[in-house]
């Protein structure tokens, strides 16, 4: 049998068996754009009847990634509702064709399968994949502000259930192979993950079960009305839009959108609430907020390929050392060894690093306890973790220790026999390193807390290599960080944003006398949380120390009677003295207002919350220009993307280069 000839698919005859495998040309993962749909309905229509079943499989290290962005951010940016509808439905039309067929179908995931691609396999009849803990399932499209629309939203909450769908797409979870296999999202797991493997293929069709009844009741299932009589329903939907209100916040419509779909399609069989589906969704694509979402996936996507391409011809590490077993040297000791690198982690101070390492297995032991990891798990991360001992050579060597010029100098001094050495400052100069060491040094500003932060700042000092800054950014890779290549300056990049943002806050309170109204403005704004608490959270004498530091680099006026100033003389240092801006001691859990007169003044001017806004933020862009002219980093997209991942700028505002938009 012959078949129509594509770029992007693959069409293999196993007897009474085809298998389809998806190949996208020119990309190193398959995605779905209307070419490859395309494609596969032709496919689709030439199939004979007597085919007994079709394989869905990857020719790739994934299976699928999704629908390709790209398109629909171009559908998006033209504002023709009707091409963007028409391309939706379009994918809807092409995995129902999967779905009627007059043969079984089976989805063979040899790798991660994400957003359209989890949904290809939804439509098929049965899914299987590889026993590998890497591979990842989810419909991750609520992140984007749109939702799951080529039958996310109506086949999984069939098959599932209605709030274990709800969780996984309101929440845009991850699950993996064997919490997969838990929820019925898979029907089985086969101890390859290889399909090119001679007769794997063959093994995994003949062992399922094809006959007429069996596949007329798994679709039954999926094309039907959800079964939940009206307690249940209630149960189910009026306990989950609380919990996804909550978690979703004001300003990201698309996981209340997405459970309101579900909810509305409950008494709706499959071809009406696509229908309902292919709407929601192109509501939420109208929206602005679903278009800065993606352009800010889309800069992440530029800034990997970007990584990928610095550090492709980089070794990693294979043996590290981390010297200062603080809270951040703990942890990006911890950090290293869960990633499978040999670490030894040491600190002058006597007990410090075998405290460190506690610390690590307490955290271990909670994720244990949750089922997440094993004692196997565990064990492993806790053997690769070695204190107090040299070690010998070492790829890279983390100076870790507390924010001092001379004592960094002293310890970068004293470390021999590793390739390279990396300095983890948030405003040392990379390069006075350097100079007063007389070694290369690069530096690695990770951000606290290490385990959950994304963002490393890679600082190019001026004696700092390209290699060197390759193996540096290769290594932050492998931790599961994102890396961004910041020329050596004073507070790099997020400092150098952030702070003046937050004395211009300081000048604000001394001003106006309050400050907790502030921080409510701010949060309301999209902030996770005003500058008020941020200073409490982070320290007050990190605020002050960095302030004093800033300002003398860059002129900026810095208070030294200012509210930051007043707290930190007065020892009130946030949250770890339980005193700050906030009272921390006080009802457990609450913040309440310290009622310390910051500024002296007997008096309250009043401030508009535009003012409020305006003042806060103008200085913060207005740094961001400068950073860009003197080529600090290359582009407003590392800017946006570290304020985001460093910062915690609103996503949904699409970055800080936007923020003068529609003014």
Not at 504 to 533: C, H, L, R, S
Request: glycine content about 8%.
């Amino acid at each position: 049998m012959s078949y129509t000839e594509t770029k992007n698919f693959n069409i293999i005859e196993r007897g009474d068996y085809l298998e389809v495998q998806i190949d996208c040309e020119n990309s190193s993962a398959n995605a779905f754009n209307r070419k490859v749909l395309e494609e596969l309905n032709s496919i689709l229509d030439s199939i004979p009847e007597n085919v007994k079943a079709v394989a869905f499989t990857s020719a790739k290290t994934t299976f699928v990634v999704g629908a390709d962005v790209n398109e629909i951010y171009e559908l998006a940016k033209t504002e023709d509702i009707e091409k963007l509808a028409s391309f939706i439905r379009y994918g809807q039309e092409t995995f129902n064709k999967i779905e009627d067929a007059p043969y079984a179908t089976v989805a063979l995931l040899n790798g991660t399968a994400m957003g359209g691609g989890l949904e290809i396999a939804l439509a098929c009849d049965y899914r299987i994949a590889g026993n590998d803990p890497n591979i990842k399932l989810a419909l991750p499209e609520t992140k984007l502000g749109i939702l799951p629309a080529w039958g996310g939203t109506t086949r999984l909450p069939r098959l599932i259930g209605a709030d274990n769908a709800i969780d996984l797409i309101c929440s845009a979870k991850t699950v993996n192979v064997k919490q997969a296999l838990k929820l019925h999202l898979l029907d089985g797991v086969i101890n390859s993950n290889d399909f090119k493997m001679v007769n794997i293929v063959d093994q995994c069709l003949e062992s399922l079960d094809f006959s007429q009844a069996t596949i007329e009741k798994i679709r039954s299932k999926k094309k039907s009305r959800l079964k939940l009589n009206m307690i249940e329903s209630m149960m189910v939907f009026k306990g989950a839009e609380g919990l996804v209100s909550k978690a979703a916040g004001p300003h990201y419509p698309a996981p209340l959108e997405a459970l309101n779909t579900i909810k509305e399609s409950k008494k709706l069989d499959r071809d009406d609430a696509l229908e309902l589906e292919a709407n929601a969704a192109v509501k939420l694509g109208q929206l602005p907020v679903t278009f800065n979402l993606i352009e800010i996936f889309l800069k992440d996507q530029f800034i990997k390929a970007k990584n990928k391409k610095l550090s492709k011809d980089a070794s990693i590490p294979e043996i590290v050392g981390v010297y200062g077993a603080g809270t951040m040297g703990g942890d990006i000791a911890y950090v290293t060894a869960n990633n499978n690198i040999l670490t030894y982690l040491n600190d002058a101070k006597e007990g410090a690093a075998e405290k460190a390492k506690g610390k690590a297995k307490d955290y271990l032991m909670d994720k244990v306890g949750k089922n997440y990891i094993t004692i196997e798990e565990m064990t492993s991360v806790l053997n690769s973790m070695v204190v107090n001992e040299s070690g010998g050579p070492k790829d890279i060597a983390v100076e870790a220790i507390y924010e001092n010029f001379d004592a960094k100098v002293e310890l970068i001094k004293s470390i021999e026999n590793s390739r390279i050495i990396v300095s983890n400052t948030s405003t040392i100069s990379i390069t006075a390193l350097s100079e007063a060491t007389g070694k290369e040094v690069c530096g690695m500003h990770f951000f606290n807390p290490v385990k959950k932060m994304p963002l490393v700042e890679v600082i190019r000092g001026k004696n700092t290599s390209d290699e060197t800054v390759a193996e540096v950014v290769a290594f932050a890779l492998k931790l599961g960080k994102t890396p961004i290549v910041v020329n050596d300056c004073p507070g790099f990049l997020v400092n150098r944003l952030l702070f003046p943002y937050l004395l211009t806050f300081d000048k604000i309170v001394k001003k106006v006398n309050y400050f907790e109204q502030i921080d409510k403005v701010m949060k309301n704004w999209g902030w996770p949380m005003g500058p008020a608490t941020l200073c409490d959270l982070v320290g007050i004498d990190i605020a002050y120390h960095g302030g004093k530091i800033m300002a003398d680099a860059y002129g900026w006026e810095f208070d030294p009677d200012g509210p930051i100033s007043t707290l930190f003389k007065s020892g009130e240092l946030g949250q770890k003295t339980g005193s700050g801006f906030y009272n921390w001691k006080e009802k457990r859990g609450k913040k309440v207002v310290n009622g310390v007169n910051y500024s002296g003044n007997t008096t309250t001017e009043t401030i508009s919350e535009e003012e409020i806004v305006s003042k806060l933020m103008e200085p913060m862009y207005k740094e961001a220009q400068k950073i860009l002219e003197e080529g600090v980093v290359d582009s407003w997209d590392e800017i946006d993307l570290a304020m985001i991942l460093g910062a915690g700028y609103p996503p949904f505002m699409g970055g800080l280069s936007k923020l003068n938009e529609g003014k």
